[in-house]
């Protein structure tokens, strides 16, 4: 036999279990449910509404039941037109119990002119007042409890996995998030920080507000598990700030995205992000010059050279935004040209004019570059193609030197014969007294737009931008660490004193735009990188915003070790942007202009035609040869490039090109 305690437990375990039931039925059999209960509480509400006017029960009389007849069908007609059975009832708030209100008014206005203007034998006239109101009651009354009711059922279901949050930020976004949570059966919102001190020691929803300052201590008291981000509007510098501040806890960090994500004030779970490595650059983008980005694009045919890359793509997406007349994606990867084409298909305009063309073309083919300039005849030319994986690149010189220097020789050539107005190298940081056969590469190749600037007509303004990495790009250390970090470690990277300039993809693509736009000739423009960034820091950062903790000899018992694994063949320690001194400022307070020393195109292009030779009979050797004369800043460390014969200095070779 059950004792008294396990009655009451067991009752309410079985009517959990048959709300839970219900919430899993199919929508239709839910919305049926509806109509059967809420007839049940008009039926009440008229019995309640006789009882109070007559002061006794009567549940079952010709007048009652009149009076049922009248208010059934005006209620589900009322409620029909005001769209009250549309609304789910598990997130019923205060514009669902609105519409209830106004659909009890609309129910009223038969009610009162049969029962009160007119008047029916035996019917009190105050019951087609009394009867809306206290239908009104019931039916508010019932979706808080239904409402409440599946919130906690599941709590319920998810008990024993729950985690618990809190959520930094009680402005409206937080608020709206806390409503949220309240849905999320696997989530427990704990309490609220925020740093505004006249909302310390608020409650919202019951839930306090707390200082900054107490998120160590509350951290261990609540057993918080994540940190959630609701500061949509703030500063990328200020979450920087405060992203820093939550490292040295052990919680996770997600975040909301920026204010303009967020559609119709509404905010949801799925709206939640990792915290992203740009939030921790603590640098706000600078608003673009909307004039200076359409100069080389809108109303133009423009081309993109390695449309389906990380930059490339970024700049089809810009562009596409800018109105180009037609845009030409020139891509040697089925793959990556398909994605790019598809992407840029499903989020175009439909009243947008502009032509996107998908060219299947490798750069470094003469004949197939030829064949795109002549029929689409571009007047803007962005060219991004290049292989740029360090390591990679290393092993496969003849490759990369093809592709990165003949690629940009052939487009640089045959836009200016079909009189491109403008034309852009993408370039890189590596450039700048390399170490490594890729930067040697892309050195050479701002050689090849310099010599073409001074020598044309002027009719095809060349141009040259350069700058470092870009986050979560293909080969990027950021994905590499988080897959590292989610299989559980270790963190491999090659130096702990190894530094690097990082900028997000959006941002470099569009001071690329933009630097194109304002060239004259022959500049090579060179992008604010912000302030360098330790890989290790980087590392240490990931790890612990991911809820871990880094295991070191300060750590034993820590989650996820770093291991340093030694430079790879051709990395730097560090990278640099500038060859010379004293760049020049520009309109842009994020673009300056630097001052290189270049090559007159004769010369440089019998060094070409020696190159070209030692490539196409596959002497790699032969081939760096003319790359260490043409950029004697070059200084191969712990590659191939390092120990063969070729790379010997040339003390003639190397006097005669940095005197220019």
């Given amino acids: 036999m059950k004792s008294d305690n396990e009655i009451p437990s067991a009752l309410i375990a079985l009517f959990m279990n048959v709300l839970r039931r219900l919430a899993d039925l199919p929508r239709p059999l839910r919305r049926l449910t509806a109509f059967a209960m809420d007839a049940a509480l008009c039926v009440l509400s ?43 009832i598990r997130s019923a708030g205060g514009r669902t119990i609105a519409n209830i209100a106004v659909a009890c008014l609309l129910m009223s206005l038969p009610m009162v002119t049969i029962f009160t203007f007119l008047g029916l034998e035996g019917i009190p006239r105050t019951v087609s007042i009394l009867q809306p109101m206290i239908l009104l009651i019931l039916l508010a009354t019932s979706r808080v409890l239904i409402r409440y009711a599946l919130v906690d059922v599941l709590h319920l279901v998810h008990r024993g996995r729950q985690q618990r949050v809190a959520i930094y930020g009680a402005g409206r976004a937080g608020q709206q998030l806390g409503l949220a949570l309240r849905h999320e059966g696997h989530l427990v919102l704990t309490c609220y920080f925020d740093d505004d001190e006249s909302l310390i020691g608020d409650r919202i929803d019951g839930i306090r507000i707390h200082p900054p300052y107490d998120i160590g201590p509350l951290v261990g008291e609540l057993a918080i598990d994540e940190i959630l981000l609701a500061l949509p509007s703030t500063t990328r510098a200020r979450r920087a700030e405060i992203v820093e501040s939550l490292k040295k806890f052990q919680v996770s960090v997600r975040s909301l995205p920026s204010i303009g994500n967020i559609i119709d004030g509404e905010v949801s779970i799925r709206d939640l992000k990792d915290v992203k490595v740009e939030d921790l650059l603590g640098r706000d983008p600078v608003p673009p010059d ?11 045919i423009v081309l993109v050279s390695g449309a389906g890359g990380s930059i490339g793509s970024e700049l089809c997406r810009q562009i596409m935004a800018r109105g180009p007349r037609c845009l030409v994606l020139v891509e040697r990867s ?16 439909e009243d947008a004019s502009a032509v996107i063309i998908p060219e299947l073309a490798d750069v470094s083919d ?74 040697a590469s892309k050195r050479v190749c701002e050689l090849i737009v310099q010599a073409r600037a001074d020598e044309g007509d002027g009719e095809t303004i060349f141009s040259i931008v350069r700058f470092g990495n870009v986050l979560s790009s293909s080969g990027s250390v ?38 194109g736009a ?33 295991r070191d000899e300060r750590n034993l018992d820590g989650d996820i070790v770093i291991e340093e694994i030694g430079l790879r063949p051709g990395e730097k320690m ?81 006097n005669r090109v940095a005197s220019r």
């Fill in 46 to 88: 008229v019995w309640l509404a006789f009882s109070i006017r007559m002061g006794q029960w009567e549940l079952v009389s010709p007048p009652v039941l009149t009076v049922i007849a009248v208010a059934l069908p005006s209620w589900f007609l009322a409620a029909w037109w005001c769209g009250t059975y549309r609304s789910i």
């Fill in 290 to 300: 909307e004039l200076l980005l359409g100069e080389a694009i809108a109303d133009k």
């Fill in 334 to 349: 089925e793959f990556a040209l398909y994605s790019i084409l598809s992407e840029l298909e499903e989020a175009g305009d």
């Fill in 366 to 439: 003469a004949a197939s570059i030829r064949r795109v300039m002549e029929r689409y005849r571009p007047q803007s030319v962005f060219h991004a193609a290049a292989y740029k994986h360090v390591p990679l690149v290393e092993k496969n010189p003849v490759s990369g030197l093809r592709n990165n220097i003949f690629g940009t020789y052939h487009c640089c050539v045959e836009a200016e014969r079909v009189g491109a107005s403008r034309f852009i190298l993408v370039s890189t940081d590596k450039a700048v007294r390399p170490t490594n056969i890729m930067g």
């Fill in 478 to 515: 950021v994905p590499r660490f988080q897959a590292q970090i989610n299989a559980g470690g270790p963190v491999t990277l090659t130096h702990r004193e190894v530094t690097r300039y990082f900028m997000t993809i959006p941002e470099a693509a569009q001071l690329v735009l933009q630097a």
């Fill in 518 to 550: 304002m060239a004259k000739g022959g500049e090579v423009f060179v992008l604010d990188m912000g302030q360098p960034v330790r890989i290790v820091d980087l590392a240490r950062t990931m790890i612990q915003l991911s809820g871990r903790t880094v």
């Fill in 574 to 654: 560090y990278e640099e942007l500038l060859i010379g001194d004293n760049p020049e400022p520009t309109s842009h307070s994020r673009i300056m202009r630097a001052k290189e020393e270049r090559l007159g195109w004769s010369e440089l292009s019998e060094w070409l035609d020696n190159m070209r030779r030692a490539l196409e009979s596959g002497d790699a050797d032969g081939a760096m040869l003319v790359v260490r004369t043409l950029v004697p800043g070059y200084a191969p460390t712990n590659s191939r490039e390092s120990a063969s014969p070729a790379a010997e200095p040339n003390d003639d070779n190397d």
